[in-house]
């Protein structure tokens, strides 16, 4: 149940994020300009017919927020009763999407453009966050992963923090032009998350293994996607599609974003859980030492048994009196009676 709502609120947060891009780049950012209400109505009751242009975008962008926050309710509950890490992480997911809220009406209500920054930024945080959920809750997610080396652990988790502060600076590009700060953390992470997933492949781990080749193929697109944002923003180059095109790459560009950091975070949350490491032969615990003791005792009368009679499971027989065994060797039968003797004369 919690694993399932999960996924569900982890993918309306996708397409909450789509729409947060489709209304960056359209510039529909303040198509409507009151909020929490939408033009006097209620949010809810809008009339759709009224929804086209930029209105369209911005009002879709309220509605699945509303959407995505009614969810992590929801999901909050259900990971109160799992208790323990879970519960904490239900709660920080309501927190953060209720700031999150407040700062989208905020950056309408006071034309502040760095709460947009911010805005966007806990929106990438947010998504991670329901991704450690998901992992947590998921059966794989249960299962204790492979041993991985505390320098890997240290890297992995520094590839996520520098992935994040890559989308941190994609919105201040969005928002302030600073193209600088963009590319120099591109560079820095083609060149440190290739070599984390090529550790993490090696594991074998049920979970790190396949994440880290499907980061991998993200990371691949995210070049393309990156090249293609450039181009269409800051060169002459003619692009075809035009204003399609102009629009759909920097979107696709941030949701591949979102799916990149989603997957770096999964792979340093799984490699910071507790693994289940065999307890060597050696350091093995006294009443286990006892016990092994004991079952050699138990078996020593059996183990002479077998070496007089061929079968493990022959019992020993009972010894007899020395007359008795004397009678026996003269009858030729073990269980004949002795031979009177007579007496000397």
């Known amino acids: 149940m919690a694993y399932r709502l999960a996924l569900a ?9 789509l729409l947060g891009g489709l209304v960056t780049n359209t510039g529909a950012a303040l198509a409507v300009p009151d909020w929490p209400s939408t033009f006097g109505h209620n949010m809810v009751l809008f009339p759709w017919s009224r929804m086209v242009g930029g209105i369209l975008y911005e009002h879709s962008h309220r509605l699945m927020g509303a959407l995505v926050g ?23 997911a309501v927190a953060v999407v209720i700031a999150q809220g407040a700062l989208g009406g905020l950056r309408v209500v006071l034309q502040e453009e760095t709460l947009a920054i911010f805005h966007g930024s806990l929106a990438q945080a947010f998504f991670a966050l329901l991704a450690v959920i998901a992992l947590l809750t998921a059966p794989r997610g249960r299962v204790a992963g492979a041993r991985v080396e505390p320098a890997l652990k240290g890297l992995t988790v520094l ?11 994609g919105a201040l590009l969005t928002h302030a032009g600073r193209i600088d700060l963009h590319l120099t953390g591109a560079v820095l992470v083609f060149a440190l998350v290739p070599i984390v997933t090529a550790q ?29 944002s450039f181009l269409a923003r800051f060169s002459p180059f003619w692009i075809p599609g035009e204003q399609l095109t102009v629009v759909a790459l920097p979107v696709a560009h941030r949701l591949v974003g979102s799916l990149i950091l989603g ?9 910071s859980t507790p693994t289940a490491e065999p307890e060597p ?27 007089v009679s061929g079968h493990p499971r022959f019992e020993p027989v009972s010894r007899h ?8 060797s003269v009858s030729g039968h073990p269980g004949s009676k002795p031979a009177s003797w007579p007496p000397l004369q």
Not at 263 to 271: K, Y
Not at 282 to 307: F, G
């Open 9 to 17: 609120t982890l993918a309306a947060t996708c397409a909450l994020i």
């Open 70 to 92: 009614l969810l992590t309710l929801v999901l909050a509950g259900v990971l109160w009763r799992e208790g323990g890490r879970l519960r904490r992480l239900g709660l920080v």
């Open 159 to 169: 590839a996520a923090a520098l992935v994040y502060a890559q989308i941190v600076f």
């Open 200 to 228: 993490l492949r090696r594991t074998g781990d049920v979970v790190a293994a396949p994440v880290s080749r499907l980061l991998l193929v993200l990371l691949g697109t995210q070049l393309l996607l990156g090249v293609g």
């Open 263 to 271: 997957a770096i975070v999964v792979l340093a949350a799984r490699v």
């Open 281 to 307: 032969a050696d350091q093995a615990q006294p009443s286990q030492i006892s016990e092994r003791a004991d079952v050699t005792v138990d078996r020593a009368p059996r183990s002479q048994a077998a070496s």
């Open 321 to 328: 009196p020395l007359q008795q065994t004397q009678a026996a």
